[in-house]
């Protein structure tokens, strides 16, 4: 069952084309890895569908409905965006930066509080609750953000879609696996759907159940990771041919 479907999607500026998406379906359940070289188009396309950006043609559909058709509140409860970077111009702590994400939610201060613990613990930063979120290191307030994302969309009554930009861009090794198997553990229990953009290819392998490679703004390869992440596509995208090798857990790695 898709939870989401792109038709001639595109995106221009200044005359010249950003994006563009003849057709894309992201199946409920799974997680989807969105690849390309720099300037390829990913984070253009992470906005287009997050609603930040209105492209300039085509249609979204979300759970079956038009992205437009969709009230804020009702969007913002089902539909969840972790960028690359956030910027907070108050003196919040962690805590209170976490409990922002309630604020499309009808609840009351406790139920909200539970929340914010249980997202805070998932993400590895409950002991940061109140720490100033401007002293955080960059991989902390990566985490922090998750958290309010995922109390934002605690209360979802579909399944959610998150999409998250570089979400392992300033984790140390630990943290980015701790992460993705946040993410997993998000889609196998709780219903996610999940389109992050990766630069590390081989967390695509080992966490995507399906990628999708841009290049010039044009969705290039769409499939399972295994099948579209050959030494050649790699190096036809990214000009570098790697060797692909296979662990004794049944995982493949490209090195």
């Not at 409920?28 to 992470?46: C, M, R």
């Amino acid at each position: 069952m898709s939870i989401l479907t792109l038709n001639d999607v595109s995106l221009h500026r200044n005359g010249r084309c950003i994006l563009d998406v003849r057709e894309a379906v992201l199946t409920q359940g799974d997680t989807v890895a969105v690849l390309g070289p720099n300037g390829a188009g990913k984070s253009s396309l992470l906005k287009i569908i997050s609603g930040e950006t209105v492209p300039t043609a085509g249609q979204i559909c979300f759970h079956g409905k038009p992205l437009t058709a969709w009230n804020r509140l009702e969007r913002a409860r089902h539909l969840g965006v972790l960028p690359q970077s956030s910027q907070v111009g108050f003196p919040f702590t962690a805590e209170e930066v976490v409990a922002i994400g309630a604020i499309p939610l009808s609840m009351r201060k406790r139920q909200i509080a539970q929340l914010v613990r249980r997202a805070m613990h998932d993400t590895d930063v409950g002991h940061l609750a109140e720490q100033p979120y401007t002293r955080l290191s960059g991989g902390e307030k990566q985490r922090v953000q998750l958290a309010r994302v995922l109390v934002q969309l605690s209360q979802a009554e579909r399944p959610p879609l998150l999409l998250l930009d570089e979400p392992t861009s300033a984790q140390d090794l630990g943290h980015q696996h701790l992460l993705m198997q946040t993410l997993n553990d998000l889609r196998v229990h709780r219903d996610f759907t999940l389109l992050a953009v990766l630069h590390d290819l081989n967390l695509a392998c080992r966490y995507g159940q399906g990628v999708w490679v841009l290049n010039h703004g044009h969705l290039q390869q769409v499939g399972a990771a295994d099948a579209v992440l050959t030494p050649e596509t790699v190096e036809q995208y990214w000009h570098y041919r790697p060797e692909k090798v296979t662990t004794r857990q049944h995982h493949f790695a490209l090195l």
